[in-house]
């Protein structure tokens, strides 16, 4: 039986993918924060679903879920780890609290590389490793690669996770361990649904108050328009089980007009696209 371990398990893209690994009959052991999810998603998923209760931004939680998981698959190994665990923290940079910025990375960036750093071994990062070598799958965005207002501090950590992913995937090399960066775009989770709750109220006394209306109900509108869960895991499932996989997958709904043209467009005038958009332009 294959063995994966996926953070941030209990709701959108970590839920739906581990639905989709385990009916495709993987071990799976997700983290979760809480034991009410943990309980929850066992009773759903059964026997091949094993919690793992830690925040990612907790290093000693972390290594000592490493350690459990490492003790019920012995010397299986891991055939992979999905960093997937994240928030999105709103507002413009102008205005935006350093212990807000500081939380966003905290959790987006050093709970990546701290998930990443304590299942290593499982992968096969070791000398005389007895299985074959596994593999990372670091959940970045369309925002990794395009910028946003608004979304600074979350594109910010995104663009972070591509480096990680690109720097990792060249040291790994000398254990055989690939890593690949999933870029999505909107998939029909429920944080989509609470798109309206992106509260940007403490922006309310600032110049950028009325773009910050524009942008929730934008936000709102593009909840509507992304993959359904039930395709997105399938898609996550094809990706783990390709033998030769690219380094990047932008996996976007309506990709040509969501990702593709994005790229195509100039930044300067995209900027002023979006600004006048936003009524950042007079």
């Known amino acids: 039986m294959k ?14 993918t581990s639905k989709a690994l385990i009916k495709k009959g993987y071990r799976v052991f997700g983290s979760v924060r809480k034991k009410s999810d943990a309980d929850k998603l066992s009773k759903e998923f059964g026997k091949n679903f094993h919690p793992l209760i830690f925040d990612v931004t907790d290093a000693d939680a972390v290594i000592s879920a490493a350690k459990k998981t490492g003790e019920i698959i012995g010397e299986q190994g891991l055939s992979a780890l999905i960093n997937n665990a994240g928030i999105a923290v709103g507002g413009p940079l102008m205005h935006m609290p350093l212990e807000d910025f500081r939380w966003q990375i905290e959790v987006n960036v050093l709970g990546l590389l701290s998930s990443s750093q304590a299942f290593l071994p499982l992968l096969g990062a070791k000398k005389n490793c007895g299985h074959r070598p596994g593999r ?7 925002a990794g690669k395009v910028s946003n207002p608004f979304m600074g501090a979350y594109c910010a950590s995104k663009h972070a996770v591509e480096a990680i992913s690109d720097t990792m995937r060249i040291e790994l090399q000398l254990y055989g361990i690939d890593v690949i960066t999933i870029g999505p775009g909107v998939v029909k989770t429920p944080i989509w649904n609470k798109a309206e709750d ?6 309310e006394n600032t110049d950028y108050k009325q773009s910050g209306y524009i942008i929730q109900k934008f936000m709102q509108k593009l909840s509507k328009n992304g993959f359904e869960q039930e ?32 790229r195509m467009i100039p930044r300067r005038t995209l900027d002023k696209i979006i600004g006048k958009k936003l009524g950042l332009i007079k």
């Open 198 to 203: 992106f509260d940007l109220s403490k922006y």
């Open 3 to 16: 063995n994966i371990v996926i953070t941030g398990a209990s709701t959108g893209i970590g839920y739906t």
């Open 136 to 142: 990372i799958l670091n959940i970045s965005s369309v």
């Open 231 to 262: 395709i997105f895991g399938k898609m996550m499932v094809k990706i783990i089980e390709t033998k030769k996989p690219k380094t990047r997958y932008p996996l976007v709904y309506q990709k040509f007009r969501n990702w593709t043209l994005l």
